[in-house]
């Protein structure tokens, strides 16, 4: 089951833009590797508590009947959200929070749980929360990781989703979100198809990927036609 609640979304939207949090042009890069027009960045929702603390109430309501007992956010953006959506889910016993984090294994990358905190996931019915879903690979990574560990998946939130990805696709009973901006994305370089790359338009820096991708390959006006 796949959720968004139109008015919810326009809500939510409204808000977005208001705080600047949709760049409507650009060049980006994506966790994925992939590579799209526009952005939507979680910081300014994360710098306002009281903006988060709406998010997390609505998303809260949401799962109120699911019986959440542990809320694992994806780090860092996603931790902000995930204590919103837990004090709200139940002021006197709130579910635990953990988080999965990214590290680096042989050049790729890749999520974790460090800290003892895997050990707390077994049994436990489990919402897995991100502040924006692309492509959802990060999310379906978290999915699987937590129910190899014996979590049962009780659904997938975020304030954002902007790709197609489905609770189906992601194996999981619910898949919510407060809205939904898609967004096109390409393969990168001049190899690729991201028209961007092909014109040669700079890579905005506004997200750590982005950031990444121009210190390891260089903005596209410098590119040799190989690449
Ligand atoms: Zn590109």
Same mark, same amino acid.
């Given at each position: 089951?796949?959720?968004?609640?139109?008015?919810?979304?326009?809500?939510?939207? &409204?808000?977005?833009?208001? *705080?600047?949090?949709?760049?409507?042009?650009?060049?980006?890069?994506?966790?994925?590797?992939?590579?799209?027009?526009?952005?939507?960045?979680?910081?300014?929702?994360?710098?306002?508590?009281?903006?988060?603390?709406?998010?997390?109430?609505?998303?809260?309501?949401?799962?109120?009947?699911?019986?959440?007992?542990?809320?694992?956010?994806?780090?860092?953006?996603?931790?902000?959200?995930?204590? *919103?959506?837990?004090?709200?889910?139940?002021?006197?016993?709130?579910?635990?929070?953990?988080?999965?984090?990214?590290?680096?294994?042989?050049?790729?990358?890749?999520?974790?749980?460090?800290?003892?905190?895997?050990?707390?996931?077994?049994?436990?019915?489990?919402?897995?929360? &991100?502040?924006?879903?692309?492509?959802?690979?990060?999310?379906?990574?978290?999915?699987?990781?937590?129910?190899?560990?014996?979590?049962?998946?009780?659904?997938?939130?975020?304030?954002?989703?902007?790709?197609?990805?489905?609770?189906?696709?992601?194996?999981?009973?619910?898949?919510?979100?407060?809205?939904?901006?898609?967004?096109?994305?390409?393969?990168?370089?001049?190899?690729?198809?991201?028209?961007?790359?092909?014109?040669?338009? &700079?890579?905005?820096?506004?997200?750590?990927?982005?950031?990444?991708?121009?210190?390891?390959?260089?903005?596209?006006?410098?590119?040799?036609?190989?690449?």
């Amino acid at each position: 089951m796949t959720l968004v609640l139109p008015e919810t979304q326009e809500v939510v939207t &409204d808000i977005f833009r208001q *705080h600047n949090a949709i760049i409507e042009t650009g060049h980006f890069a994506l966790p994925s590797g992939k590579h799209c027009g526009s952005w939507v960045s979680s910081a300014p929702i994360n710098a306002r508590v009281g903006l988060l603390s709406i998010f997390g109430q609505m998303i809260a309501d949401s799962f109120r009947k699911d019986n959440i007992e542990l809320i694992v956010a994806i780090a860092i953006a996603g931790i902000p959200l995930a204590h *919103h959506i837990a004090y709200h889910l139940n002021q006197t016993a709130p579910p635990l929070i953990i988080f999965a984090e990214e590290v680096h294994r042989l050049d790729r990358k890749a999520f974790a749980f460090i800290r003892e905190y895997e050990k707390l996931i077994p049994g436990k019915r489990t919402l897995i929360a &991100d502040d924006i879903i692309n492509l959802g690979t990060s999310m379906k990574t978290i999915v699987q990781m937590v129910q190899k560990k014996e979590g049962i998946v009780c659904g997938v939130t975020c304030m954002c989703h902007r790709g197609t990805i489905t609770a189906e696709e992601l194996g999981v009973p619910k898949l919510h979100y407060l809205s939904y901006l898609p967004v096109e994305t390409w393969e990168p370089f001049l190899t690729g198809n991201c028209p961007l790359c092909k014109n040669r338009v &700079d890579i905005d820096q506004q997200n750590p990927r982005s950031i990444e991708f121009v210190k390891r390959f260089g903005q596209p006006n410098a590119w040799h036609s190989q690449i």
